[in-house]
C-alpha cells in the first residue's frame, strides 16, 4: 500500500476521514485534490491512501481492472489501523465512488473501532452505470454499523436523484445533492452551479455530518 497523503487543517482538527480513490482515478486525481482541500478547509483532515491495484500502476504494472469491490475491504481495514496509533479524536471512513462503497462495506463489519463515528460517500454508485434496470447496490448502505452520509450529483449515472426519489434508504443514511452535478459533481455549461461549488458544498456538508456526530 502506497503513503497516506494528507491535507491538514490550519488548526486541531475537528475530526480525521480516512479516504480511498475510486475505480478508474487514483488518490491524486484532479478530484481528490479539490475535494481533499475543501474538506480541509472546514476543518476536516484528510488521509488519502491507495489499493495495491491502483498503485500498481505507478511503477508500471497493467492497467488491470479493480478486484471485486469486497476483496478489498482488508487493505482499507489496514489502512484505518495504520491511521488509528497516529491520530487523536473522531475518524470517518470515506471514498470516492468504489472507495466509497468499500468503506460501506468495512462499515459493516463487526470489529470497528468506536472512534470511526460514520462514513462519507462521495458519488455513490448505487448500480452500474447508466443501467438502473441491475441489481442496486444497497446491502453496504443496509449493513453499516455507523452513520451514512451519500453526497450525489443530481445527475450521476451510478444513481440520479430522479432514480433516487423512488428509493427507501434507511434512516442512517442521509444524502446531500450536488446541484445539476455528475458522478464528479461536475453541473452542465448551461447550469449556474459550478464544480467548485459543487465540491465546496459537498464539503460543507461532511463537515456539519462529522461535528453532528
Given at each position: 500500500?502506497?503513503?497516506?497523503?494528507?491535507?491538514?487543517?490550519d488548526?486541531?482538527?475537528?475530526?480525521?476521514?480516512?479516504?480511498?480513490?475510486?475505480?478508474?482515478?487514483?488518490?491524486?486525481?484532479?478530484?481528490?485534490?479539490?475535494?481533499a482541500?475543501?474538506?480541509?478547509?472546514?476543518?476536516?483532515?484528510v488521509?488519502?491512501?491507495?489499493?495495491?491495484?491502483?498503485?500498481?500502476?505507478?511503477?508500471?504494472?497493467?492497467?488491470?481492472p479493480?478486484?471485486?469491490?469486497?476483496?478489498?475491504?482488508?487493505?482499507?481495514?489496514?489502512?484505518l489501523?495504520?491511521?488509528?496509533?497516529?491520530t487523536?479524536?473522531?475518524?470517518?471512513?470515506?471514498g470516492?465512488s468504489?472507495?466509497?462503497?468499500?468503506?460501506?462495506?468495512?462499515?459493516?463489519?463487526?470489529?470497528?473501532?468506536?472512534?470511526?463515528?460514520?462514513?462519507?460517500?462521495?458519488?455513490?454508485?448505487?448500480?452500474?452505470?447508466?443501467?438502473?434496470?441491475?441489481?442496486?447496490?444497497?446491502?453496504?448502505?443496509?449493513?453499516a454499523?455507523?452513520?451514512?452520509?451519500?453526497?450525489?450529483?443530481?445527475?450521476?449515472?451510478?444513481?440520479?436523484?430522479?432514480?433516487?426519489?423512488?428509493?427507501?434508504?434507511?434512516?442512517?443514511?442521509?444524502?446531500?445533492?450536488?446541484?445539476d452535478?455528475?458522478?464528479?459533481?461536475?453541473?452542465?455549461?448551461?447550469?449556474?452551479?459550478?464544480?467548485?461549488?459543487?465540491?465546496?458544498?459537498?464539503?460543507?456538508?461532511?463537515?456539519?455530518?462529522?461535528?453532528?456526530?
Amino acid at each position: 500500500m502506497s503513503n497516506l497523503i494528507w491535507n491538514r487543517t490550519d488548526t486541531s482538527p475537528e475530526a480525521t476521514l480516512l479516504m480511498a480513490h475510486g475505480a478508474g482515478a487514483p488518490m491524486d486525481s484532479a478530484f481528490m485534490e479539490k475535494l481533499a482541500g475543501a474538506l480541509a478547509a472546514e476543518g476536516i483532515a484528510v488521509a488519502r491512501f491507495e489499493f495495491a491495484y491502483m498503485a500498481g500502476r505507478r511503477t508500471g504494472g497493467s492497467k488491470k481492472p479493480p478486484p471485486r469491490a469486497d476483496k478489498l475491504i482488508g487493505e482499507f481495514q489496514t489502512a484505518l489501523q495504520s491511521l488509528l496509533s497516529g491520530t487523536e479524536g473522531p475518524l470517518f471512513l470515506g471514498g470516492k465512488s468504489m472507495g466509497g462503497r468499500v468503506a460501506a462495506m468495512l462499515g459493516g463489519g463487526g470489529s470497528l473501532p468506536a472512534r470511526v463515528k460514520g462514513i462519507c460517500c462521495f458519488g455513490y454508485p448505487f448500480h452500474p452505470t447508466g443501467k438502473p434496470d441491475a441489481d442496486w447496490r444497497l446491502a453496504p448502505l443496509d449493513e453499516a454499523k455507523r452513520p451514512v452520509l451519500i453526497l450525489q450529483g443530481d445527475r450521476d449515472p451510478f444513481g440520479s436523484k430522479a432514480e433516487l426519489d423512488a428509493v427507501a434508504l434507511p434512516k442512517h443514511v442521509s444524502l446531500t445533492y450536488l446541484e445539476d452535478g455528475n458522478h464528479d459533481f461536475g453541473p452542465r455549461g448551461k447550469s449556474p452551479a459550478t464544480l467548485d461549488g459543487n465540491i465546496r458544498a459537498a464539503a460543507a456538508a461532511t463537515a456539519t455530518f462529522a461535528l453532528s456526530r
